[in-house]
């Protein structure tokens, strides 16, 4: 029973997501795009950079910046980064890496295929969204040397261009490296494709690149020097000399059994920090452990020789990267903690057959923090596989964590979790994490960035169309107890809010709804009173709004459109496409269903309201007879209310409203949840007259007649 509450908690998770439910469409061009990477715009925002297929079956590149609001700063279709395609290779353009040019733009680097053989390119964009002066089209070439490049990676060189690293298959298997300037030619004195930066054992890969904060670069990579993979390092100054040991590198690890993918951050000190996936244990490669070291800006390692074990728990634990049809990429698997310390997330398999997420928190001097767990803190262990853990700073010491869920049933969710400093879940989220999306199909391989005020932006690859792949971002922050908003009253608005569980509402407003310019308040987490026990069909859910506006007495002039999100748990046991909002008559007691759309894919609920009160998503089933029809408003003042709503019908219900002589001026049909709704208007489309009129309600087997009130 505990193990089930705890699992539901996750469901309802929550922490305050900004966007629209589920996340919002980065790009919404027809075709395939995949594999986002983000970066913080440094504004609030970020940018954001994609493979795409929308071309053909070759990948393509662009990008998008998106404000704190969400909205797009560039062209709706993206920015071109590359669009140089080869005509067989469906891995045209991958593996991509990008990293800011301190000043609002951004570098982004990739693989290229436009060749006979795999080619290093870049480009560098603006914050406007422009190719900067100097660049060109479809990039700047960095290396196109006739053996093959792969897997770059790309730092800022602080003084406007950057340095980039990769492997390179000339003369075996090495690390390159270059360093290309702000306006896109390569820095002077560095050779034409590339520096080789270490001349040590032949098979290195997986290179991984920091600025070492002095204009100059620290680069860690793995490397077979001695029979099995190892890992190296190496400092380069800006004119790409080496700083450590010559051209042979400074060992980090050389300890038995392979140990690769590295990772690489600034230690904030002229250093490194640096993680890797080690089989020191298992000469297999299948039982992995993590491990770390921290590199000083002279090369020396400040930790325990070959490295400190950040986990080596019992059962295989790894670093996310991506290396499937991607190419290699580092992801953000370590950050500094800014006090010469290091985060760390990773995948771990201790708990059984599926991973769980861990996280470690390491102190300058390679103790575990305080309050952190030796082996690891657990970020998540709920049912099922989770992968793809990366992580960014909370901007006040702690960190956000985000990957890949399979709790909710065969694909995969989004889930985050916010850690404090001191290792502990940051108030108002929940045991095993937030969802932040779990649209349909697989949302996977999540990116995030920092939005610079406490919260972050999360981009990810998401089916949820079951055709083919898109790209969707959400900013999630802390949430706020309610939303007041003014509005002006000859312009189109929407107000927005968040509650406590992760649930949107959104109230979208059109021009001269009001009178007068107005303040509305959404309270997402009201007191939702109980459903009563003469309304039989109704149940009721956790999710609601309150809706308040400054003067309570002023009317609609049309009616305005509120859509509610929910959660998978928020649904448990009832069936979306008969849920509905319902508004608290807090004169009969009872709520009272309106017409709804549901929209399972983006889990929300709208309706068209004409008055503000308490909300609720409810499941409302059709009465199985007439008995209980009703009209609300009943009187209906015209020119006031804009709707009246016909409920407890039969789901074959037919309504028809007649003048007293018997004359019909309108006939609507019951939904499935037996409802209905008339706008007051005859067929000419004019307000129908005051007076009583008879609504004649027939399904074929029962009838009824109630009589309504029109009043002006
Ligand atoms: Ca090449
Ligand atoms: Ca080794
Ligand atoms: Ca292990
Ligand atoms: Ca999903």
Same mark, same amino acid.
């Given at each position: 029973m505990g193990l089930c509450l705890l699992i539901g908690a996750g469901n309802y998770a929550y922490s305050g997501v900004k966007w629209a439910s589920n996340g919002a469409a980065v790009c919404t061009v027809a075709g395939s795009r995949d594999t986002p990477v983000t970066m913080s715009d440094g504004a609030g925002g970020v940018i954001i950079a994609w493979q795409d297929l929308r071309d053909g079956s070759a990948y393509t590149i662009y990008a998008q910046r998106i404000d704190a609001s969400g $909205?797009? =700063? /560039?062209?709706a279709t993206g920015v071109t980064i590359s669009t140089a395609e080869a005509s067989s290779l469906s891995t045209a353009q991958i593996a991509l890496s990008i990293a800011s040019d301190g000043a609002g733009g951004a570098f982004i680097v990739w693989q290229s295929y436009r060749a006979a053989s795999g080619d290093i390119y870049a480009q560098r964009i603006d914050a406007d969204g422009n190719i900067h002066s100097g660049w060109t089209a479809n990039g700047v070439a960095i290396c196109t040397n006739g053996w093959d490049q792969a897997t770059p990676c790309v730092t800022s060189d602080g003084a406007g261009g950057a340095f980039i690293a990769w492997h390179d298959a000339r003369s075996g298997a090495f690390i390159y490296a270059q360093r290309v300037d702000a306006n896109g030619s390569m820095h002077s004195g560095w050779t034409t494709n590339g520096i080789q930066?270490?001349?040590?054992?032949?098979? !290195?890969g997986t290179p991984t690149i920091a600025s070492d904060g002095a204009g100059g670069a620290i680069i860690a990579w793995s490397e077979r020097r001695g029979g099995n993979d190892d890992i190296y390092a190496q400092r380069i100054d800006g004119a790409g000399t080496p700083q450590w040991n010559g051209n042979t590198g400074t060992a980090i690890c050389t300890a038995a059994g392979d140990q690769y993918f590295p990772v690489i951050k600034n230690d904030g000190s002229g250093g490194a920090i640096i993680s890797w996936a080690d089989f020191r244990d298992d000469v297999t490669d299948t039982i992995g452990d993590i491990y770390a070291q921290r590199v000083g800006s002279?090369? #020396? #390692? !400040? /930790?325990a020789a070959n490295g400190l074990a950040i986990c080596n728990a019992a059962g295989n634990q790894y670093l996310a990267v991506?290396? $499937?049809?991607?190419g290699y990429t580092p992801l953000a698997t370590l950050m500094s903690d800014g006090s010469g310390g290091a985060f760390f997330a990773w995948q771990d398999m201790r708990g059984g057959s599926v991973n769980d997420i861990y996280a470690q928190r390491v102190d300058a001097n390679g103790s575990v923090h305080s309050g952190w767990t030796a082996n690891g803190t657990v970020i998540c262990t709920a049912s099922g596989a989770k992968d793809n853990a990366v992580l960014t700073g909370d901007g006040v010491g702690g960190i956000i964590i985000t990957w890949q869920d399979s709790r909710n049933g065969t694909d995969n969710d989004i889930y985050a979790q916010r850690i404090d400093e001191n290792g502990s879940i940051h108030s108002g989220w929940a045991i095993n994490g937030t969802a932040i999306c779990t649209a349909v199909q697989d949302q996977t391989l999540p990116s995030i960035a920092s939005d610079g005020s406490s919260g972050a932006i999360i981009a990810w690859t998401d089916y949820r169309n079951g055709v083919d792949n898109k790209i969707f971002a959400q900013r999630i922050s802390d949430a706020v107890s309610s939303t007041s908003t003014n509005i002006t009253a000859g312009s189109d608005s929407s107000v927005t809010a968040t509650s406590s569980g992760g649930n949107i509402t959104t109230l979208t407003i059109a021009a001269n709804t009001f009178s007068t310019n107005v303040t509305i308040t959404l309270n997402p987490n009201p007191t939702l009173p109980g459903v009563p026990a003469g309304q039989t069909g109704f149940t009721g859910t956790t999710v609601g709004v309150e809706i308040t506006l400054s003067d309570a007495t002023l009317a609609l002039n049309k009616p305005v459109t509120l859509t509610i999100g929910y959660l998978p748990g928020d649904i448990t046991g009832l069936t979306a496409s008969q849920l509905v909002l319902c508004y608290y008559n807090t004169t009969s007691g009872k709520w009272i269903p309106l017409v709804s759309t549901v929209d399972p894919i983006t889990g929300t609920v709208s309706a068209k309201i004409t008055h503000f009160s308490i909300y609720r998503i409810m499941q409302v089933v059709a009465a199985a007879t007439l008995d209980s029809a009703k009209a609300y408003p009943n009187p209906f003042l015209g020119g006031v209310h804009t709707l009246v709503n016909f409920i407890n019908l039969t789901s074959a219900a037919k309504v028809s409203i007649h003048t007293l002589?018997?004359? =019909?001026v309108a006939e609507v049909l019951a939904n499935s949840a037996g409802l209905a709704t008339w706008d007051g208007k005859a067929a000419s489309g004019s307000l129908v007259g005051p007076g009583v009129y008879l609504v004649l309600i027939n399904d074929g087997t029962n009838r009824k007649i109630i009589k309504l009130a029109v009043e002006r």
């Open positions: $909205a797009s =700063k /560039w062209a930066i270490c001349s040590g054992g032949d098979t !290195q002279s090369g #020396v #390692v !400040q /930790w991506l290396n $499937a049809s991607s002589r018997g004359e =019909k």
